[in-house]
């Protein structure tokens, strides 16, 4: 089965060492364009394979969700501007958002949201001291993204269709919990598979396990990459 890789399709590199990083981009081959660093890798050398996978032509998401005053989060991400990189998460914040988007500048680096982890429900943001539920967060911080300039926020795909309603057709649209009918769903409790996913309104999905734990994970992203292609 021939074809190209999916600039929509982003696999993260959720192993603990660079060397199983390069491991999988390895078996993974030219299915895939686009990769996402984590903070697991992050605590190792995760900066240093960011570099080498931009050198060998990949585009590079930094999810290292950046939550700090805004002169530490604005240095932050002028220090990542310099990599080329192309994606970096950032807490949805107003004072966050805001101060990355100030770093970055005119580098192509996109700022992305993390408008609320989906790990909160409504009863952990009460603890918090949110008196909004959890879908009411998700929307007022979309709202925010959009003022403070981001250029897009991380979605599950039951918002993603509110993010594309609200950016409208430019804005990033990056989700996670992605699974093709085919696959093991894991953790991921309210999974969509590709194709929904980029028909309510994902301008990139995020698919791991499903690719990095198949036992051809070059076959597997071609299955992923031919699905998407039915959403055009
Ligand atoms: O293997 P899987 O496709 O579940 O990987 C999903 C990736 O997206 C992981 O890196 C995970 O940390 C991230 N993520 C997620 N759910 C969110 C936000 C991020 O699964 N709500």
């Known amino acids: 089965?021939?074809?190209?890789?999916?600039?929509?399709?982003?696999?993260?590199?959720?192993?603990?060492?660079?060397?199983?990083?390069?491991?999988?981009?390895?078996?993974?081959?030219?299915?895939?364009?686009?990769?996402?660093?984590?903070?697991?890798?992050?605590?190792?050398?995760?900066?240093?394979?960011?570099?080498?996978?931009?050198?060998?032509?990949?585009q590079v998401f930094l999810d290292w969700k950046l939550h700090d005053i805004p002169t530490t989060v604005e240095r932050a991400a002028a220090a990542l501007s310099g990599s080329g990189c192309d994606f970096l998460t950032v807490h949805g914040e107003p004072q966050v958002m805001a101060a990355a988007v100030r770093g970055r500048g005119r580098s192509g680096l996109k700022v992305l949201a993390v408008t609320v982890l989906t790990?909160?429900?409504?009863?952990?943001?009460?603890?918090?001291?949110?008196?909004?539920?959890?879908?009411?967060?998700?929307?007022?911080?979309?709202?925010?993204?959009?003022?403070?300039?981001?250029?897009?926020?991380?979605?599950?795909?039951?918002?993603?269709?509110?993010a594309r309603a609200l950016g409208g057709s430019d804005f990033l649209v990056v989700t996670p919990g992605v699974r093709p009918d085919w696959a093991a769903k894991n953790d991921q409790a309210r999974a969509a598979t590709p194709l929904a996913?980029?028909?309510?309104?994902?301008?990139?999905?995020?698919?791991?396990?499903?690719?990095?734990?198949?036992?051809?994970?070059?076959?597997?992203?071609?299955?992923?990459?031919?699905?998407?292609?039915?959403?055009?």
Do not use: W
């Open 1 to 58: 089965m021939a074809a190209a890789a999916d600039p929509r399709l982003i696999v993260p590199l959720d192993v603990p060492t660079a060397d199983e990083a390069r491991a999988a981009v390895e078996r993974i081959g030219e299915a895939v364009s686009f990769y996402k660093v984590g903070l697991e890798l992050f605590a190792t050398d995760g900066m240093a394979l960011a570099r080498e996978l931009k050198a060998a032509g990949k």
């Open 119 to 162: 790990s909160l429900a409504d009863a952990d943001l009460k603890e918090m001291g949110y008196a909004e539920t959890a879908r009411a967060l998700v929307e007022r911080r979309i709202h925010q993204a959009i003022a403070a300039g981001c250029d897009g926020v991380i979605a599950s795909p039951h918002e993603a269709a509110l």
């Open 197 to 232: 996913a980029l028909r309510s309104g994902a301008s990139h999905i995020v698919c791991g396990r499903p690719i990095t734990a198949a036992n051809d994970p070059h076959e597997a992203a071609l299955r992923v990459v031919a699905e998407m292609a039915q959403a055009g």
